[in-house]
């Protein structure tokens, strides 16, 4: 998914390119050579994996402290204005009132969006949103004395996802089906149109007041769960498409809606915004990183 900035406010394998597409930054740039260039210099790598050993019980820092020199200008700049907790979704109402969502949520491996979510512990996600780089291959992530393997296969097996290709969604993104995508969403005889950006030369966002009832609840799903945001009134181009793509039974990659957000939050210049608090929050733990004395 190439970075698309949505203020609207996934196939997964095992290979380092195809980890690399399943994140929504722009792919590294090649050396000479068909080497791809890293992050950050061979010096840097071996003085960061250095400094992330793990540190003698009573030295363990916290804060700006534990965070590698060259992301700390990161950490300083983000003041998180907005954090977007991921309440659970009633499994009991939703089976009522709409059993056939339901039983479609349970089809695409979504089941978790009915599970407690958890406490959010800011400080630790907001450490880890430092040490995260949207470009980095090797999907590892510094915090408090550790590499995090934060991969597809980590992220999709804790919340019982299914880790599935991630190019389908991109593709239709890229260039969906506009008519069968409006019929999904609005019914057959709507003539609903998108709202065209002519900066970038393309349709951006989808009036959610002219979607059908149906389309209306799947949204009340994905909006706090898998693509955090402030406001809905009109919906970004790739909430659009992941909606058409869960009405329509189609898999999602959530590891790569999780990065692709997470990414936005690091490319932005104005850091005000965490998304994710409660799942990294959960997941750090279930690491068992170090946590704060109380």
């Not at 969502?101 to 695409?108: A, E, T, V």
């Not at 450490?127 to 980095?136: M, T, W």
Request: proline share 7%; charged share 25%; glycine share 6%.
């Amino acid at each position: 998914m190439p970075p698309i900035k949505d203020t609207g406010k996934g196939n997964a394998t095992s290979s380092a390119q195809d980890k690399a597409n399943a994140t929504s930054a722009p792919r590294p740039k090649k050396r000479k050579g068909g080497e791809a260039a890293s992050s950050m210099t061979g010096a840097q790598a071996v003085a960061a994996i250095a400094a992330m050993r793990t540190q003698p019980p009573g030295q363990l820092e916290f804060g700006i402290n534990s965070i590698p020199p060259q992301k700390r200008d990161w950490y300083k700049r983000s003041r998180p204005k907005y954090i977007h907790p991921e309440g659970a979704i009633q499994e009991r109402s939703v089976k009522a009132k709409y059993p056939a969502i339901w039983k479609g949520i349970q089809d695409l491996g979504l089941s978790y969006v009915f599970k407690n979510t958890g406490d959010i512990n800011l400080n630790l996600v907001r450490e880890f949103y430092a040490g995260f780089d949207p470009i980095e291959t090797k999907e590892l992530v510094p915090i408090r004395g550790r590499l995090i393997d934060f991969s597809a296969k980590a992220i999709c097996d804790i919340l019982g996802a299914p880790n599935v290709p991630v190019e389908p969604l991109e593709q239709f993104i890229r260039r969906p089906t506009y008519r069968e995508l409006r019929h999904m969403l609005c019914g057959v005889d709507s003539t609903t149109a998108w709202v065209w950006d002519k900066e970038i030369n393309r349709h951006k966002r989808f009036p959610k007041k002219k979607m059908k009832a149906e389309a209306q609840v799947w949204l009340k799903l994905i909006n706090p769960r898998l693509l955090p945001c402030n406001h809905d009134t009109l919906v970004s181009r790739v909430r659009t498409c992941v909606q058409y793509f869960l009405m329509t039974g189609q898999r999602v990659n959530v590891d790569h809606l999780i990065r692709h957000q997470m990414a936005q939050v690091k490319m932005s210049k104005r850091i005000d915004r965490m998304s994710f608090p409660n799942f990294l929050t959960r997941f750090l733990l279930h690491e068992r990183v170090e946590v704060e004395p109380d």
